[in-house]
Structures are given as C-alpha cells and as structure tokens.
C-alpha cells in the first residue's frame, strides 16, 4: 500500500521559515473551546506566499478548526486618504472573488467613521481558539497589534511574509548592505524554495457566519468610490490610476521583465523613463504580491546582470529596511542614526542654510529648485517617486531646515502621506539613508558634515532634468 505523502504545509521548510518568522506577543494559550482559528490580515492582503495564512492554516487543522479571515479599515490609521482606501478597498474586491475558489472564508469590514464600532477583532478573538496576525513594523501596524495581544483572550501569534529571507535569520541590527548581503546570499536560494498551498480542512460553517454580529461589507456590490467618501478620511489626497491587486502586480512584473529588465542597470538612473523601473514597490508594500513571486519571475526571464542588480535593490536594500525597523525601535527618529551621524550634526548644525523652507512650501512644491518641486509634484500626482530623485529630494530638504530633526519629520510626513508605497520599512530606510544611515562618513562640507553629499545642480549633468521637470510642470 503506498504511503500518503505529507502535504507540503507539514514539511521541515515550512516549519523552518515559521520559526524564524512567527513570535508569540502574549502569553494566553491556545482555548480549545475556541469556534475558529481567526487570520487578521493586516499588511499582507494577499492569499498567496502568506506566511501568516499559513500559519494560521496549519493551526486551524491541528486544532481541527475553521479558519476566519478578516480583514478591516479603519479611518484612524495614520495620513487615511481617498488614495490609500482605494488601494486597499480595490484589492479587499479582488481577495473576495478569489476566496471562494480558493476555499477560504474571507471578510472585511470597513469602520467608516471615528464612533463607528472598534471592537470587531475584539470580538472575533472573543471566539477564537487563537489568532493569527501579520508581523509588519511600520504604518502603526506593530502599536496596534502589541495593543491587541496585551488584551486578547486567546494566544496571538504574528508572521513576517515581507521578506524572501525570514526576518529572524538576521539577529540583530544590520549596519549596512555589505554586512546583510553575505548573509543573504547564503539563505535566498533555499527561502525561494515554492511551497504547495491549501485552504484548512474545516470550512466555516454558515451558522458561524451568521452569528458573527459584525457588518461585513458587501464585496459583490461595492462601489469604491462611494464608499471611500463616505469615510472620515482625508479627502484632499486623491486616488491615483493604479490597478490595484494580485493581477495588476503580475501584469506589472511582466511587462517590466518584456519591457525593461534587459537595461535595467542603466535605464533605472533616468527618471523621465517611466518604464525604467519595475514601479512594483506599492504592490509589494501592501503585500499584494510575494517579493519571492517577483524575484522567481525575475530570475526566470534571463538577463542574469539586469536580474542580479535587481535582486539586489528587491532583496538586499528593502530586506536590509526591514531589518532595520524591526530591530531598532527609533527607525523613525534621528536616534535611529549612527554615532559618527550624530557627532557631525553637533558640529554643523548651526551652519548657515542656503533656504530654509516650512513643511507647508515644501508640500506645495514652492522651493528655489524646479527639479526637486517636480519631484514633489510627480509624488502628489502620481503617488510615486522616481528613486533617483527620491534621492535628492531627500538629501536637499536635509539642508533646507533649520534643524536635522524638521527635516526628517518632514520628509516621513510627506512620503507617507502622498506615495503609494509610503509608510513602508523602506520609507524609512530610504530617507534615514539620506541621513547617512547604512553609509560610511565621507568629506567634511556645510550643513551635510560628513553625510554623503548629494547636489541638485550636479544631478542635471547625468540625466535629462529638464525632461523630467517638463513631465511635471506647476
Ligand atoms: C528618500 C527616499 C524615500 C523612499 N521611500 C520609499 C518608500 O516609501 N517605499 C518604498 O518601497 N521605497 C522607498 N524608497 C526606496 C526606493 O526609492 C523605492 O523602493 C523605488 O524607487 C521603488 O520604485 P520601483 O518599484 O520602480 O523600484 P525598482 O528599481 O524596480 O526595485 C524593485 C523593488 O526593490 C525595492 N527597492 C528598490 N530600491 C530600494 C531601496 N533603495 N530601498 C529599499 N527597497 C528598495 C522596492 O520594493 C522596489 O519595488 C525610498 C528611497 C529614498 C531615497
């Protein structure tokens, strides 16, 4: 008689990477008289290489429970906006029409105003043998569930799926990209290993359902744009086109493996080339698409030069972000700064400025420098920034504040609050990067100390500026 094989979810690989990406936050146990065992999706809205689902299935057939999943929005979240809510709402439509022919229950509730009700999850976890959530360091995700967990009736478990390498494979905080990317190196292959799906065993029974007293939002009937203005959100951030979802990733990724992948090193530097880059960083923010789907993908169209330096803004800078926020609780302050970056603050931080602009101009585009006003206004327009004049965006605010400290508020308001891929561990990356983490001290020069320089006049001799700013005109 031949041996059933075990189903790929039961295998040393997948326990392996659940070691190293799941942490218990509370010290409840497991409640066997539990109805369910509940996902909470909370940054990783997607089915597919979800860590937490998984998880959470293999729980649920452990306990021989139903798996719930829910998703919510709620209008408190920080810079909530037209723009974000669609994207999330958009994709909630997507998941929905999936779930069925995947075999999951899903379910989302949107919390439309402030005093609407904020206790669902309190009440889904009321009934859970145990809830699985989603580790995410950053957009307030971490506060609420640490929140959460210290009052949740039933154990809470989180589960990293940002990373292609499990997040605790990195032990403590990395200093830079050539101290993490070794350490890569030597797990990406095996983490890129394709893990074989499946729903839990039990389906949710109806009556369930039914019980649940929460206002599930009806998914076949939505109307996005309705919906998002009749939320207590801010409304002076508008929708931009972006085609939100698992299918709108993947058409994304392959007509940039078509279309770009072959010149990526070179193309990726000229920000009028709006097809240069792969633009999949607010796919991957909202964890609609696996950053392991997308480097598999990648590697299998060829271009092995292309595809290495790729990979290693995919995996060594966005994974050496997560770290960063995951290890050091001051990722959004100067604190989170080296030694040496503080010592040269001290030293310039009375240096006379060549313009010192407030928040409110700079939001407005209204600076002395029409390339860095077309990069503001390319983010408020279009919800994206081109990296390389994110770059200079972010080292010229640095000298145009009186203090380093305005100038990074600064800087995390205003990606956070018109780009898509905002409020993500690279948001903080990238712009503490400006401020000279992860780098090296270079020449000493005013206002920037030993902080890598970059100048804006020295930017238009490498690529075409004046096209750009015609892109983006007042
Ligand atoms: C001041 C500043 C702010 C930034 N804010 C954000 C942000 O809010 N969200 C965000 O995702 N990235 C941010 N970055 C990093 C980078 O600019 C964007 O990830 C990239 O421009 C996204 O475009 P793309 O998807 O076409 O990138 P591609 O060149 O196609 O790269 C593929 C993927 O790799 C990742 N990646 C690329 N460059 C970096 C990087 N330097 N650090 C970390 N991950 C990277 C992204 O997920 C990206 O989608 C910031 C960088 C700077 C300097």
Not at 331 to 354: I, N, Q, S, Y
Request: glycine content about 4%.
């Amino acid at each position: 008689m031949s041996q059933a094989r075990p189903h790929p979810l039961e295998s040393d690989f997948v326990r392996d990477q659940l070691a190293l990406r799941a942490v218990t936050l509370n010290e409840v146990r497991t409640q066997p008289e539990g109805e369910y065992v509940l996902y909470w999706m909370q940054s990783t809205h997607r089915f597919e290489e979800n860590w937490a689902l998984r998880q959470a299935v293999l729980h649920a057939d452990r306990l021989n429970k139903p798996l719930l999943i829910h998703q919510g929005l709620d209008p408190t979240y920080e810079h909530a906006s037209d723009r974000i809510h669609t994207v999330i709402l958009e994709n909630a439509r997507a998941l929905h029409a999936r779930a069925a022919a995947l075999g999951l229950s899903y379910q989302f509730v949107l919390r439309r105003r402030r005093d609407d009700d904020r206790r669902v999850v309190d009440r889904l976890a009321a009934r859970a043998a145990l809830v699985v959530t989603d580790r995410f360091p950053t957009a307030g995700i971490a506060e609420r569930t640490a929140r959460f967990a210290e009052r949740a009736p039933c154990r809470v478990d989180a589960v990293e799926s940002h990373g292609i390498v499990p997040s605790g494979a990195f032990v403590k905080e990395e200093y830079a990209a050539r101290t993490i990317r070794p350490k890569i190196a030597k797990l990406l292959d095996l983490a890129l290993e394709p893990v074989e799906d499946r729903p839990a065993a039990r389906a949710l029974p109806d009556a369930i359902w039914r019980s649940l007293e929460v206002d599930r939002l009806d998914l076949d009937r939505l109307d996005v744009a309705a919906e998002v203005a009749r939320c207590e959100i801010d409304h002076t951030v508008p929708p931009v086109p972006f085609a939100s979802g698992l299918d709108g990733a993947r058409a994304r990724l392959h007509a940039f493996c078509d279309d770009a992948l072959a010149d990526y090193a070179e193309r990726r530097n000229e920000p009028s080339d709006t097809a240069g880059s792969s633009r999949l960083s607010p796919y991957l923010h909202f964890g609609q698409i696996s950053a392991a789907e997308v480097l598999r993908t990648v590697r299998a169209a060829g271009y092995a030069e292309s595809a290495a330096k790729f990979q290693d803004e995919l995996v060594t800078w966005r994974e050496l972000a997560l770290n960063f926020c995951l290890r050091n609780p001051e990722f959004g302050k100067l604190k989170g700064l080296p030694d040496w970056v503080h010592r040269t603050m001290a030293a310039h931080t009375d240096d006379p400025r060549e313009a010192i602009y407030s928040l409110e101009q700079l939001e407005r585009a209204e600076t002395h420098d029409e390339l860095w006003n077309a990069a503001q206004r390319e983010m408020v327009r279009t919800g994206h920034m081109h990296n390389v004049v994110r770059m200079l965006w972010g080292k010229s605010t640095l000298l145009w504040t009186a203090r380093y400290k305005h100038a990074l508020e600064h800087l995390i308001h205003l990606n956070n609050k018109w780009a898509l891929d905002g409020r993500d561990p690279s948001s903080y990356g990238g712009i503490q990067w400006c401020f000279g983490k992860f780098d090296r001290p270079w020449f000493d020069k005013p206002v920037f100390g030993v902080i890598r320089p970059m100048s804006l006049a020295r930017a238009r001799e490498k690529f075409d500026a004046e096209a750009y700013i015609r892109m983006f005109p007042r």
